[in-house]
Nanobody, 122 residues
C-alpha cells in the first residue's frame, strides 16, 4: 500500500510564497510521476504541475513562471514551490503519485494524498 502525506499549506498574503511537500511511503522502489492538483470551492479539480522520473515537467498555464515542482527520488518526495501567490490560488492542494514500482510488482495506479489547504488573502 502506498500512502501520501502532504505538508506546508497555510495562510499567506498575496505576493507571498509557500512550499508544499508530499512524501510517499510504503513498499516503493520508484514512482513514475508525482505532482500536484488543486480544487477550489465550487470548482473542479485541476492540474497544477507534474514531474516524471525522467525529469519532464508539465505546468498549468496559471502556474507557469510562479510555481516550481521538484522531487527527491531517494525520499519519494515531491515539492511545490509557490511564489507570487494570488487570491485565486486559494484551494486544497493534493499530491498524486502515478505508477509505482514496488519490490514485487508494478502498480499502474494513481495514489492521492488527503490534501493541504492553501489560502491567499488579498
Amino acid at each position: 500500500q502506498v500512502q501520501l502525506v502532504e505538508s506546508g499549506g497555510g495562510l499567506v498574503q498575496a505576493g507571498g510564497s509557500l512550499r508544499l511537500s508530499c512524501a510517499a511511503s510504503g513498499d516503493i522502489l520508484s514512482i513514475n510521476a508525482m505532482g500536484w492538483y488543486r480544487q477550489a470551492p465550487g470548482k473542479q479539480r485541476e492540474l497544477v504541475a507534474t514531474l516524471t522520473s525522467g525529469g519532464s515537467t508539465n505546468y498549468a498555464d496559471s502556474a507557469k513562471g510562479r510555481f516550481t515542482i521538484s522531487r527527491e527520488h531517494a525520499k519519494n518526495t515531491v515539492y511545490l514551490q509557490m511564489d507570487s501567490l494570488k487570491p485565486e490560488d486559494t484551494a486544497v492542494y493534493c499530491c498524486i503519485a502515478a505508477g509505482v514500482f514496488t519490490t514485487r510488482e508494478y502498480l499502474p495506479t494513481n495514489y492521492w494524498g488527503q490534501g493541504t489547504q492553501v489560502t491567499v488573502s488579498a
